[in-house]
């Protein structure tokens, strides 16, 4: 369980820090299949497009989804496209070492519970037990919320299952739950904007309420990447 804060000058600068450290964390383990979590939102994209430049053997590298909109990846809003767009259509990467949560199906409901058999057969194991990625990038929105675990949503309150979904107002998401993120072997939040400030210094606080800021319920070994601007003049 180690927890640390660093302070970036900018997005940029969040960027190419957490670009070193996923490139150093999948060299400490070449050879072996390296199972990375990414996050969507706007500011992972430029790491992605940084990941896009790199020219490396992608063969032991495995990329899942933290959370998805519930819209087809030919859909701006999706995840899954905007990775694919962004990096994974510029490199030679494996389209079977890609794991998409699929959302071809006719509930979020049923798209959630394909992806825990999808998981549960790449991991080989099943629930109670606990899969660790390798690696998990998460974003934290301006109301607190990580991946798809919105505040006051029932979302917050799985931990019997991997995959469950989420709800964004009126709309369907499909989100990992936190203790399956918990158990990853590092976690990289990126934050940037001075917007994050607020739910920063709450989710940061000794005492606070995770039902009201859901990136409170992200424990273990965490490394927050956070800019200047979303900093301020503190967050503790
Ligand atoms: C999503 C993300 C979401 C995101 C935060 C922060 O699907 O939108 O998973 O949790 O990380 O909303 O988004 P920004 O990085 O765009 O501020």
Do not use: C
């Amino acid at each position: 369980m180690a927890y640390a804060v660093e302070v970036l000058e900018d997005r940029a600068g969040i960027v190419g820090r957490a670009l070193a450290l996923i490139l150093e964390r999948i060299k400490a383990k070449a050879g072996e299949p390296f199972t990375l979590v990414l996050a969507g939102g706007s500011t992972p994209k430029p790491l992605y497009e940084a990941l896009a430049q790199e020219s490396l053997d992608w063969s032991n590298l495995h990329v899942f989804w933290g959370d998805e909109r519930f819209v087809p990846p030919t859909d701006p809003q999706s995840n899954e496209g905007m990775v694919r767009q962004a990096w994974l259509s510029r490199v030679n990467f494996p389209e079977a070492h890609i794991h998409p949560m699929g959302t071809g199906f006719a509930s979020p409901e049923e798209a959630a519970t394909n992806y825990q058999a999808h998981l549960a057969a790449f991991f080989a194991m099943e629930p109670p037990l606990l899969p660790s990625f390798d690696l998990v990038l998460l974003g934290m929105g301006d109301d607190g919320h990580t991946a798809s675990l919105f505040p006051l949503t029932g979302a917050l309150t799985v931990t019997d299952r991997w995959v469950t979904v989420g709800q964004k107002d009126d709309q369907p998401r499909l989100t990992l739950t936190y203790p399956i993120l918990n158990n990853a072997k590092q976690i990289l939040f990126l934050v940037s904007g001075s917007n994050k400030n607020q739910a920063l210094r709450a989710v940061h606080a000794p005492v606070g309420d995770s039902n009201l800021y859901p990136s409170r319920l992200i424990q273990g070994n965490v490394l927050w990447l956070i800019d200047r601007d979303a900093y301020g003049s503190g967050i503790t």
